[in-house]
Structure formats: structure tokens, C-alpha cells
């Protein structure tokens, strides 16, 4: 599979927050879950890859292209749904549709007029009404009008109840299935990216913590249970994080052959997304 996105040691400062040598790359053919708590530089990576804030260092390329020579051509083949809108909230939807549409080579009205119906929009009501949910579903529908070969999203399931997620996660499988799309898909909502994604790429504090595969690390990560009376320090070092209550202790590992050599009693049991990235907020390296 080839490359649709390519960042390379992308570097942003601010006065109390930075991104340092960021660097990952998305599949044509994924989806793709980029996961990190609130404040970890999910949205920062995402306005800077897109040009919405100037990168202070690094290279970033979409289709093979490099953004500081072809960002026009770029933005023309990628769906963007932010979680701030970036909408002129006095305008309906359907003006608003008619200033984004004109910027596109490709733009579908049949594909508009699709999903707002798909998500009951009303295009003449003035987007300063709309709730949060509904100004998302507004984002994802402008995105999907265009023939984007691309999706990149921020928190888009943020704000929307759960028929509605389980809705938008139906159509991101749909717009897969055409071949040839990629999604980038931030959030810090884990539980729906075990349901729809093939890759993940984990950020804290500004830096990459890891990109594989989701049923590897699925796979490789067990939740360990067992007599907190039995772990020796060699054995917590083996461990990514631990929790100990009165009743015994609760670890996520990455070596749970090892520790079930020492610990064969211990109760063994595969773990969730978020189980595996809030393991490793505490446990970097380990």
C-alpha cells in the first residue's frame, strides 16, 4: 500500500506547548485512529499538517506532494472535519455550501444533498442554531461532497449521541469501500476506533508514542490480574502500569508470557484501546 500522508520531524512551539519531531505516515486503504488525551497535540498535529498554523520545521507530504509547493491541489483532494466548525455562523447551511462548493473541481451536489438528508439537516436553518452535533454532521457532509480521497477529522464523534456515532461510524466503512481513501481520525473516544480502525498512532506531550497496526497491539498488550503479594520488583518492571487495591492488582503488559512464568495463577485478559493508551501515559519505554 502506498503512502497518502507522510510527516517527517514536524516541529511547532508555543509558549507553554510543543510538537518535536513528529513523524508518522498513513496507508491508502486505513483508517487510521490518531489517540492521545486532551492536550497531548492531536489538534495541533492536525491544524499544522493542513497549513492552519505555520510549522516551525519538518516536511509534510499528501499523494506524494509536498504542502509548501502544492497546497491547492492538496486541499482540493482532502475532507477536513474540525472540531471548531471554521464556519460563518450567521450564514445558512446552504449559503455556506454554495462559498465552499465553488473552491472544489469535483464537488457533488447529489452527494450533498445525500447526507444532509442522511442526517436530517434542514440546509436552510442558519448554522448559529445548530448544536455542536449537528454543526459536526454539517462538517462531515461538506467533507464527503467533494470526492475527498482523504479524511481528516478532529474529534468528530465529540458531541454527537450514540446512534449518531454508530451512524458516522457506518458511513466512514461506506466511504471506504470505494478503494483507494484513507481517514485520519482523532479522538479520545477509543471505543470507536475498536470498532472501524486498522492503524493507530498514539501522541503525549507533543511526541509520538507509537504507530502500529490495531490488532497487533491488540494482540501484543495483555491486563494482568493477580495477588498483589506475589510481584516482586523484577515482575512490576515488566509491567506498563499497575494498580493495587486491597483485593490484589491490576497491570497492563506487553510481556504476559513472561509474567505468567512467574505468575501462573494470575488472571490474563485482552485489553481495550484505552486500556493500552492509558497504560502508556505512565509506562513510556517500559
Not at 489538534?43 to 497549513?51: A, E, G, P, W
Amino acid at each position: 500500500m502506498k503512502d497518502i500522508l507522510r510527516v517527517k520531524n514536524l516541529n511547532k512551539s508555543y509558549k507553554n506547548f510543543s510538537l518535536t519531531d513528529v513523524s508518522f505516515s498513513l496507508s491508502e486503504g486505513c483508517i487510521t485512529g490518531f489517540i492521545g488525551i486532551n492536550g497531548a497535540g492531536k489538534t495541533t498535529t492536525l491544524r499544522t499538517i493542513l497549513d492552519l498554523a505555520k510549522k516551525d520545521s519538518g516536511n509534510i507530504q499528501f499523494f506524494g506532494l509536498d504542502m509548501d509547493k502544492n497546497e491547492q491541489q492538496i486541499k482540493n483532494r482532502i475532507g477536513v472535519v474540525l472540531d471548531d466548525g471554521c464556519f460563518y455562523e450567521e450564514l445558512s447551511m446552504a449559503e455556506m455550501k454554495s462559498i465552499l462548493a465553488s473552491a472544489y473541481t469535483d464537488w457533488s451536489e447529489q452527494n450533498f444533498k445525500h447526507y444532509m438528508d442522511m442526517f436530517s439537516l434542514d440546509p436552510k436553518r442558519k448554522i448559529n442554531t445548530l448544536s455542536k452535533g449537528m454543526k459536526m454532521k454539517y462538517a462531515l457532509t461538506l467533507a464527503l461532497s467533494h470526492n475527498a480521497e482523504l479524511l481528516i477529522m478532529d474529534e468528530p464523534t465529540s458531541g454527537l449521541d450514540p446512534l449518531s456515532r454508530s451512524q458516522l461510524l457506518n458511513v466512514l466503512n461506506d466511504y471506504m469501500e470505494n478503494g483507494g481513501k484513507g481517514v485520519l481520525f482523532s479522538t479520545h473516544i477509543t471505543s470507536d476506533l475498536d470498532k472501524i480502525a486498522d492503524m493507530l498512532i498514539m501522541i503525549h506531550n507533543g511526541r509520538i508514542v507509537f504507530q502500529e497496526e490495531k490488532d497487533f497491539l491488540l494482540d501484543n498488550y495483555r491486563i494482568i490480574k493477580g495477588d498483589k503479594k506475589l510481584l516482586t520488583e523484577n515482575i512490576r518492571q515488566l509491567f506498563l502500569n499497575i494498580t493495587e487495591t486491597a483485593f490484589g492488582f491490576t497491570g497492563v503488559t506487553r510481556h504476559a508470557a513472561r509474567v505468567q512464568s512467574y505468575l501462573p495463577d494470575a488472571i490474563t485478559e485482552r485489553p481495550t484501546i484505552e486500556d493500552i493508551m492509558l497504560a502508556n501515559l505512565g509506562g513510556c519505554g517500559k
